[in-house]
């Protein structure tokens, strides 16, 4: 069964750096997305992708996120300066549009700002 | 601001039984919900879904139940198996006509099938 895959499944990084968490979605998906889970807390939505652009983002995703499509299978979420309040885990999910709101998650990938 | 609530954390059922999930929200322009499940160390699945246009829903052993009026939505799960045992969130769209991709989720409930 095709599934998203998530990489790293675990990062450590320390405050104020670069981090790239990368995914690969279910390969003939065209919406794709990025959610993250602080301990405890709900899943929150960050960005939607579509059609090569940015479809919708929330309050979270500020000047030091960004997403890129950049070879047609991998979809990748970068943190440009990592603050502590971003250790969290974050889901990677797409989705082929035909059931509305069903999204394939990938298994997340765990930052770890220190 | 939490618009959808998950007012239990945690949920145990008896194998056989009837599971029941509540979940409430307050944004009026929600017009369509989930649920998803989440087992340990895998991405939240999808469950199941209602429009706002239906009051009820039924896959299999899951049914959910849309009250409008009272902005409250309710899982059903029987009879409930040891493979329920999981994490479920709750999840609601705002103007799904126009394919408003935000998906709002619950904080989750806990639900534990007691063998």
């Known amino acids: 069964e095709p599934e998203v895959t998530q990489t790293p499944s675990h990062q450590v990084t320390q405050m104020g750096q670069e981090v790239i968490l990368r995914c690969v979605p279910i390969?003939?998906?065209?919406?794709f997305y990025w959610y993250r889970q602080i301990l405890g807390q709900k899943v929150e939505f960050l960005v939607s992708?579509?059609?090569?652009?940015?479809?919708?983002k929330s309050e979270i995703f500020d000047d030091q996120f960004s997403v890129e499509r950049p070879d047609g299978s991998n979809f990748t979420l970068k943190i440009r300066s990592t603050k502590l309040e971003d250790s969290a885990m974050y889901f990677c999910?797409?989705?082929?549009?035909?059931?509305?709101?069903?999204?394939?998650f990938g298994e997340g990938s765990r930052l770890t700002v220190l | 601001d939490q618009q959808v609530k998950q007012n239990s954390p945690s949920l145990s059922v008896q194998e056989g039984r009837i599971s029941i999930l509540n979940c409430d929200y307050t944004n009026s322009m929600f017009d369509y919900f989930l649920w998803y499940k989440k087992y340990p160390a895998e991405g939240p699945t999808f469950l199941i879904s209602i429009s706002s246009i239906k009051d009820k829903n039924e896959d299999g052993r899951f049914t959910v139940f849309l009250n409008k009026s009272a902005k409250h939505l309710s899982l059903h799960i029987v009879p409930s198996q040891p493979g329920d045992s999981a994490v479920y969130f709750c999840a609601a769209i705002a103007d799904s006509v126009n394919r408003d991709d935000k998906i709002i989720f619950g904080k989750g409930t806990r639900l534990h099938i007691l063998p």
């Open positions: 999910a797409s989705s082929d549009g035909t059931t509305w709101g069903e999204l394939f």
């Open positions: 390969s003939n998906h065209l919406y």
């Open positions: 992708f579509y059609n090569n652009e940015i479809s919708e």
